[in-house]
Every structure is written in C-alpha cells, then in structure tokens.
C-alpha cells in the first residue's frame, strides 16, 4: 500500500531503530507501536504475528515458525518473551484432527503440541486466525472506528462504500466466535476475494496483513485512520444528532454527588465480593449518559468480545433525572441493582448449559449515572480503570456506529450468519450488539473459566482500602509498605505531605503505582480529616480499612507540661481519634461492609511514670475510646488498637535532640558522629533490656498487629489492645 496521509493517528515507525532489530524483536516494536494508541486497540486486546524462518534445534534446518501474541499479553507493553512460538506446519495440520464448530474447543489443548522450542508461553484462542491467513505479518486490532463499521446493521454496504473511495478491498465475515473455525473462514473469504488487503469481523474487530513488518504496520494504521476519516464524515452531516441529541444537562456539582454516592455503590456491588472502583466524568462519557438514546444503547451491550469480557453484557444505567435531588440517585440505585441482577439470572438461567461453569457475581462492573458520569469497578484499580476505558471504547463504537447509519436502508442483519441467525441480534440507532446467547459462551466460556483459575491467588487484604494516618514515617510507613505487600489498596495520609509521598513511592515500588496514593491531613481539623477521607474515595471507591499511627510527645527543653502543652497532647492523642472515627462512620455505614478501625495507643496508658503524665493520660484515654468506639460502631465496623513500649526507630517522636538527651540521662556511650539511627538503636537496645524478650521494638513489630487486628483474620476481634511490648512486666494489666 502507498503511504496515505493520516488525519489522525501517527505513524510511529522509526527506521534507525527498526534497522537494528531481529524477526522477533521486530514483531515486539510493531506490536509495542500498535498497542501504545488505545484508538488502536484497547489494554490487553488484539493480537499479532509474525511467521518467521528460525533453524530447529532438533534437526538444525529452517521451519517457519508462527510467533504469535501469548494469552493475556497486551500488545502495548508485551516483550519477546511474551510471544507464543508454534511449527506453523503443525499447526496448519491440525486441519486434519479438526471435526467441526461443535467440538472446536479441543483442538486448544493440541497448541501444545506445536510448541516451537522449549517456550512456556500459552498460544491464544487466535493462533489459527494468524496461522491459516496466507501473510507473513498479520494484525487483529480492536479501534473504536473499526468496531463501529463492524457493529452497523448497514456495515457490510459501508465498508463498500468505503472500499470504493479509498481503493481498497476488505472483506466482510459475519459474527463468529474466535476460535479454529473462524480462522477456516477467514482463510476462504481471502481466497474467495481476490485482492483483498483486509477483513472485517462481523462485531468483532478487524483484520490487516503486510509482506514486511513495515508493511503491515503503516496498512493497519493507515486502514484504521481512513475508516475513522469515513466515519468523521458521516457525522459531520447536517442532520446527525449523537446519540439521538442531548436529553439532560451535566451537573456542575456532579464531583461532589459522586463522592457522596461512590461508597454507597461499591457497598451494594459488592455484597458477593469487594470491588475497587473507578470515576470518570470525561467529555465522552457526559456526552453518552445525557443523551436520549443512553439508556437503550446501554441495555444493548457491547459488541467486541474484548470489550464484553470485562464491561458484562451491559452496565448499569440509573435512569436518574438531573434536575432533581441527589438524595434520589441511593434509592435509584438500589432499585436499578434489583432489575439488574434478575435480569442477570434470567440471561444466565436462559443460555446456561449442563457443564457451564457456575453463575457468577451477578453485580454490574460499570454503572452509568446521567449528568453525573461513568462509574467502574475490578478487583483491583488497575482492573477497575481498564474496565471502565473498554466501555468508552464501547461508548466509541456505539457513536461511529449511529454516525454511519444516516438515512441507509439496511435489508438484513450482516452479522448474523452460521453462529447466530438475525433474529438473535438487536438493533438500536444503527448499533448492533451482540447476541445474548453469544455473549453467554464468551463470558461463560471454559476457556475463559480456565484463565480465570489459572490467575494467582489473591491476597490477604486484596480488593480492600486502607487509610494510613500518619503513614509518613515510623510505624505508619511500616503499615503501608506491609499492607502493599498483602495486596491492599493504600492511602498514605500525614501532616508531612513529602513524608506521605515518599513513603507512596516505595508502597507503589510494591503493590504497583495504580494501588497506592497519599494525601495531606491534620487530624486536628475535621475538615481535613474530611478532605482526606474524600481523597480516599476518589481514588478507590470507598474506605476498609483505617489506621492512625499518629500521635505527640510532649518533651519541652525545660521538662514542665504547661496547660497549653497538656492540651495539645489530648487534643492530637485523644480527640482527634475520635473525629477520625467519627468521620469515617458514614463512609462505613454507606458502604454496609465489614469496616476496620486500629488506633495506636501505648504501654505507658497502663505505666505511670514521672514527666510524661499527659502523653500517659492521653493514651490511657485513647485505650479506653477503643472500647467505646467499638460498642458504638457495632456490629459492622470492629475498633481495635495496639499497646506498643517505646519504639525508637524511625520514629518522628525521637528526634535527635531527644535522644541525646535521653542517652546522657541513662550515661549510656555514645559519640557525636553517630547518625540519628545510630544514636536510636543504642537507646533502643537500652529499654530492650527493661523487657523480657531483650528485643528492641521494631516499627515493623507494630504493623504486624495492626495489620493482623485490621484484616480478616480476626473478623471476630474488637475492643482488643494487644501489647507489642516485648514483654514489659510493668505494663502488665491488674
């Protein structure tokens, strides 16, 4: 193909870099270059290959081998290593074993058989859509522009139109699973279309090949652009209204409504299990829910299998007004999640046959809210950020798809074809969805089932929120750092904001940089205590888990507690315990799910000693809020708290000038080079010796009884302080 001019994506391809690359690593730049532009193909979707001449180990002549997209890769960040390696001669002869459409899913577990060299990576269900096209270089994408031709009623007459103005020839296919027998039918539409330079998939995606990794690359993009150039005319006619024209109006406050409805709505959808939610109010998304046809395009569905796996067989649209009262959008939704999940089990009871694996979560992954936005959700952020782009891909084609329709006259349904007759489809605006029975055998495929089990085991706070107080540093940090490490969605909050994003980075260094954020709080302030928990739900949906480590010691140069000085200590070590939980009450309540509260109290609450009576006081009080809180925030929300001795190390409570201090108080050697840990560990080892374990209290000490009254293994344990003490007699209860 000549090089066209692109209206609007790019050709990335750079020569000097190309140049050096092998056959493989070739494959890796295109699929790199094509997975980088989501107006390509969406996270995880799509597939590409390469047949490639390699010398066989065994036998030391050359075989083609077909280097082909592993299951689960994702185009925009795979690596060489995360291509399936397959004899293409073997594959090619698996023809032979194949007995038709009804037993294809067999011929999955004889991709092993093929393997190329001692690679572990499992080819996708696309490997004979690749194989059986006649090209070297080959590309199944995803865009939006693409899937919306695919996905018109009047589809197959535009892509001839299409064909005629920009002198090409694809090919259409009527919908057909992925699978051994669409990679047959493609192999026949090619040899039955001469001259064919692509090929649409009837709701599905689309096809294109080159005779170089260059060639295949600029066809893609250059195909993809011009389908969205041809869409973009259409649109641009006089009487073209998208989505059916404008029915409500954007709320100007629909930050603040979605903050207020988040954690009631992942509270709801999440009865069977936790989700981790999402939120956008992008341009595109606004456009779609105001409009006079969202709530009939939504119960449609998606079209493109990508999109369908995550997105369900539909959202959740809440019929809502936005001219009224917000207060209205709770009972909405309560009801809309009713119709919802019968509606689910209805699709599920009608398709489900004798070996489908069982009904699963029957909750909506993304729920649409007009004048108010998108909300999605996952296991995790990452999941629950991905979820909700697929469905402003689907959003994309459902509108590329209504800009096409104009004033055609479509005389049957292009997409039915041997896997679904006509009648199986539906149709709103030009858009054509896929099948409920079709969408059954994707989401409820044993293929599909297989991946899922294949997925490691979660983790102990997989899919829950922690708030970290006082997360900046000492015990705090070690929360959150362990708390990544368990799988936990992370807040790092802290009057030290740098301290709090540090402290992020290294938690993201672990749990990955979507799952962790930080946020400034002084827990003297509700209305900072407010903003905190807000950040809190922005980022993730709602709140499970929350922890203050924070706290103050008083220790004036000349050793005298003034009134001002006492206050202040209650004040940050009592009363603002009690706002932070006060606070967090209604997020606990909106979301009506098992909530966890661990307070940082101290073994001096129980020791009285001579200079500290406000900081003992404080946490004598603060020990006894525990229990209060506990009984008042029963049965949903279990309080508990940790009693550690003195913990020295990294703690903002010892800075160095306190140390020396106290070093010289007990004459215990040091010298002036000493670093500030070097000076703590010496005192740390000091009141080590007052314990019966003779260990210092290791900051880490603390999070692991935090974390362990925080999570799921002591569901039953409230109104609980265990001592991290390292058996300090005198704080021995009497």
């Not at 994408?141 to 892509?159: F, T």
């Not at 992008?282 to 990508?306: E, I, M, Q, R, Y």
């Not at 015990?475 to 990544?484: F, K, Q, S, T």
Request: glycine content about 8%; overall charge negative.
């Amino acid at each position: 193909m000549a090089q066209s001019e692109l209206h609007f994506l790019k050709d990335l391809w750079d020569e000097s870099t190309a140049a050096k690359l092998d056959g493989p690593e070739l494959l890796r730049y295109r699929s790199n270059l094509l997975g980088s532009d989501l107006r390509l193909t969406n996270f995880g979707g799509g597939n590409t290959s390469s047949k490639l001449e390699t010398k066989d180990p065994l036998d030391g002549k050359d075989k083609t081998v077909l280097w082909v997209k592993g299951s689960g890769g994702d185009l925009g960040s795979i690596k060489r290593a995360g291509f399936a390696t397959l004899y293409l001669d073997k594959v090619l002869a698996l023809e032979n074993a194949y007995q038709g459409v009804e037993t294809e899913d067999n011929m999955v577990g004889m991709y092993p058989l093929c393997t190329f060299g001692n690679n572990p990576v499992a080819a996708s269900i696309d490997t004979p859509l690749h194989a059986y096209l006649p090209f070297p270089h080959v590309d199944h994408l995803h865009p939006d522009w693409g899937i919306a031709l695919a996905a018109s009623a009047n589809g197959k007459i535009k892509m001839e139109e299409f064909n005629a103005e920009f002198g090409h020839k694809l090919a259409w296919l009527p919908w057909q699973r992925p699978g051994f027998e669409l990679g047959m039918m493609l192999r026949k539409i090619v040899a039955d279309t001469p001259g064919c330079d692509g090929v649409v998939l009837g709701g599905h995606g689309l096809f294109t090949w080159g005779e170089t990794q260059r060639e295949c690359y600029l066809n893609t993009v250059t195909i993809v652009d011009q389908i969205g150039q041809f869409i973009e005319r259409h649109a641009k006619v006089d009487d073209y209204k998208m989505f059916g024209g404008k029915k409500t109006e954007t709320r100007e406050d629909r930050a603040e409504i979605a903050a207020k409805v988040f954690p009631y709505l992942r509270g709801i959808v999440s009865r069977k299990q936790r989700w981790i939610g999402s939120f956008s109010d992008l341009p595109k998304v606004l456009d779609f829910v105001n409009s006079d046809a969202a709530k009939a395009l939504a119960h449609l569905g998606t079209s493109c299998p990508d999109h369908f796996i995550r997105t369900k067989i539909r959202p959740m649209f809440i019929d809502w007004n936005p001219a009224g009262d917000p207060k209205e959008i709770k009972e909405l939704i309560e009801v809309g999640l009713e119709t919802y999940r019968a509606e689910y089990a209805e699709y599920y009871k009608a398709h489900a046959l004798p070996d489908s694996p069982a009904l699963r979560d029957a909750s909506p992954t993304v729920v649409l809210i007009p004048g108010v936005g998108m909300f999605s959700f996952g296991k995790n952020k990452t999941e629950a950020r991905i979820t909700g782009e697929f469905y402003i891909n689907a959003i994309g084609v459902m509108q590329g798809a209504g800009a096409l329709g104009g004033n055609t006259v479509c005389p049957d349904i292009p997409q039915a074809g041997p896997a679904a007759p006509a009648s199986a489809f539906k149709m709103h605006q030009n858009y054509v969805a896929l099948p409920a029975s079709e969408a059954f055998r994707i989401e409820y495929w044993a293929l599909e089932e297989a991946k899922i089990r294949r997925m490691p085991a979660e983790k102990e706070l997989s899919r829950r929120v922690v708030l970290v107080v006082g997360g900046g540093s000492g015990i705090g940090r070690e929360v959150a750092l362990l708390a990544a490490e368990r799988g936990a969605h992370i807040v790092v909050a802290d009057r030290d904001t740098k301290g709090a994003e540090a402290v992020a980075e290294e938690a993201k260094a672990i749990a990955g940089k979507e799952a962790v954020t930080f946020t400034a709080i002084d827990i003297r302030d509700r209305k900072a205590i407010k903003a905190a928990l807000e950040a809190t739900i922005k980022a993730f949906g709602g709140l499970d888990i929350l922890i203050n480590t924070a706290a103050i010691f008083p220790a004036p140069p000349d050793g005298i507690i003034n009134e001002a000085l006492w206050a202040l200590t209650l004040e940050v070590n009592v009363t603002s315990n009690f706002l932070l939980a006060d606070e967090a009450k209604w997020y606990f309540d909106e979301q009506g799910l098992d909530g966890s509260i661990v307070l940082t109290s101290s073994a001096n609450a129980v020791v009285a000693k001579r200079g500290s009576e406000a900081y003992d006081v404080s946490k004598a009080a603060l020990s006894h809020l525990v229990r209060e809180l506990a009984v008042s925030m029963a049965p949903k929300t279990r309080v508990n708290g940790i009693s550690p001795a003195t913990v020295v190390k990294g703690s903002t409570m010892f800075p160095r000038d306190r140390v020396l201090a106290s070093l010289k108080k007990y004459n215990l050697p040091f010298t002036e080079t000493m670093n500030d840990e070097e000076l703590r560990d010496v005192l740390a080892h000091f009141y080590a010796k007052r314990t019966l374990t003779h260990v210092p209290i290791d900051p880490k000490d603390n999070a692991q009884a935090i974390l362990f009254l925080a999570g799921p293994a002591a569901r039953v344990t409230t109104g609980h302080i265990i001592p991290v003490d390292g058996g300090l007699v005198e704080a021995f209860l009497r």
